[in-house]
Each structure stands twice: as C-alpha cells, then as structure tokens.
C-alpha cells in the first residue's frame, strides 16, 4: 500500500501482518502494533521523544550480561511481570495464587540438597531460618517427588551472582518433595534490598520518583511433570516496604511470618541464641511441566558494587 495519510500506516502494517502463517504470531503482532500506533496518536509522540525510546530498548539489551538482566528488572518494574503472572495463575487471575514472579536472578542447575541440609555456602551474615515448605494440589493432597529451586538474597541484600565475594551458588539449593511434599532447609533470614539502578531501569525510577527497594523473601520455583511449573515468593510481614514494592509482586496470599524464637533450642544444635522459623503450602495446578529459559546463567566479577538506594517522593 502506498500511503496517503498517517492513519494508513497501521492498516499497511496489518494488511501485511495478516500472511503470516502462525495464527498465535499473527494475533499477538496486530494487536501490538494496535496499541503501539495508538499510542503514538494519542500522546502525540514527537521524533524526538520516539528516538528516546528507541535508545531505551536499545540499551536494555546492551545492559543484560551473563549476571545481569535489564530487561526482566524493566519488566517487573512497570507491572507487567506480576501482570502476566496473575493472568495465567489461579483461574486465570480470578482467585488467589501461591504462582509469583521469577524474577531476574534465577539460575539453573542449583546445587541437589537433601532435605535438612543448608543453602548457606560461604560466610553470610543473617540470623538462621529453619524453613518448611509443602507442595499440595488443587485437591489438597501432597505432590511427592516435585524439584524445588530455592534462592534468596544474603543478609547484606545481594545475591550470589551479583557477589563475587560470595561461592558460587550461595543461597541457593534444589530440594525433592517427600511423600507428604515437604521440604525443609536451613537458611539465613532474607532481608529487602535495592534493585540495580545503574541502567535503563533506575533513570525510569527516577523520573517516577520511586524507591527500588524490593521487600525481602525466598524464591521458590516447584517443578513435576504433570503440573505448571509454579515461581512464587515468600515475603516477610515485618518488612516496611511490602506496600510498595518496586516490582508490584507482593500478593496477600505470599505474605507470611518468619517467626522469631529466642528461648526455644533450635532444630540443629550449633545455633546458639535467636534464631526463626517459616512455614508455607504452595498449591500447584495441573498443566506442562515447562521451564523458562533462565535469565541470567552466570556470575559476575571484579569487585562487589554499590547498592544505591532511592528515595520515595511524598
């Protein structure tokens, strides 16, 4: 088509969209590039302003390395992560969901731990958790014989693959459910932590006038063929930014207590002093047992960076 005026460029676009042989594709695009050259109408986006963004996408790639994912940060600072999670969890989003975002720091291949053991793999600060976590499904009856990737942040608020000062692996272990679909673990407590702002994501945030603080938690991802492979995250109710977290994953299903004990002896007798304890069921549904390609598969070097910290306007 040969274009005459600016509200022909979109049906040139879809008139061409439409030879394309996958249904699925041919969907997704057309209503992209619906809502993309109605947005450009309706906020009547300059040149200037439209070569801006195209930089910012640009450098959402060029900022993700082997360590670091710009991208999956961008997308969970906007929503759209916890979006697209609750709109293919619980009914389609209509009732709660223990599913939760993956977030950018998972990795593949995490060390196989037997129940009991310890995820702590090198000196890291952090008061001990003693954790217990079942697996049921949607009828309630335990799932035995499920992975479950654990992984957190240390007590300083860094993950592993941000750190070099931390082992390889650090704060992270795959368990197998039992007949009951229990595991157990030892861990230390989770504390919030700042997102990455050195990027394309922390000029965002400040233009917003947001903090990038995430409240703090455990990753969980449970994986059995037969059933969707479930992400989900376990947050701590003494945290103060629960209410406003950076990435819009806080669910009132995933808010929980990590419950202080300090008279009580501990389950393993080297710890002295206080020390916690987490409970949680997660529920699975039925469906492929995929997994995502991970979004980061290494670990950074040199030396530990800086966590920044914005502040929150009023």
């Not at 949607?138 to 931390?166: I, L, M």
């Not at 419950?259 to 007798?269: I, K």
């Not at 469906?287 to 530990?304: D, F, M, S, V």
């Amino acid at each position: 088509m040969i274009i005459s005026k600016q509200q022909d460029v979109t049906q040139a676009v879809l008139q061409e969209l439409d030879r394309a042989p996958d249904a699925r594709f041919k969907e997704l695009m057309s209503v992209a590039v619906r809502h993309l050259h109605d947005f450009a109408r309706e906020t009547r986006l300059t040149e200037a302003e439209f070569h801006k963004m195209c930089a910012y996408i640009a450098r959402l790639g060029q900022l993700t390395t082997p360590s670091h994912n710009e991208v999956v940060l961008a997308a969970g600072s906007l929503g759209l992560s916890s979006l697209v999670c609750l709109l293919n969890n619980g009914e389609h989003g209509q009732t709660d969901t223990t599913a939760n975002l993956m977030g950018p720091f998972w990795r593949m291949d995490s060390p196989l731990t037997e129940n009991g053991g310890s995820i702590v793999r090198s000196s890291t600060s952090g008061a001990p958790v003693f954790v217990d976590a079942w697996v049921r499904d949607r009828e309630g009856k335990p799932v035995a014989g499920a992975e479950v990737d654990v992984w957190q942040a240390s007590g300083e608020g860094f993950y592993e693959n941000q750190d070099p000062q931390q082992a390889d692996m650090n704060l992270r272990g795959k368990f197998t459910t039992d007949a009951q679909g229990h595991i157990w673990f030892r861990t230390v407590k989770p504390v919030g932590y700042p997102i990455p702002i050195s990027g394309v994501v922390g000029e965002l945030l400040r233009a917003q006038g947001r903090h990038n603080m995430r409240p703090a938690h455990i990753h969980f991802m449970i994986h059995k063929p037969g059933f969707k492979t479930q992400f989900s995250q376990v947050y701590s109710s003494d945290d103060p930014n629960l209410e406003t977290d950076v990435q819009f994953g806080v669910t009132r299903a995933l808010v929980a207590d990590y419950v202080l004990h300090e008279d009580e002896p501990a389950p393993q007798p080297d710890v002295s002093g206080s020390w916690y304890s987490l409970e949680r069921h997660f529920i699975i549904e039925p469906g492929e047992a995929t997994l995502p390609k991970p979004p980061i598969t290494g670990k950074a070097e040199g030396p530990r960076p800086q966590l920044a910290v914005l502040t929150r306007s009023e």
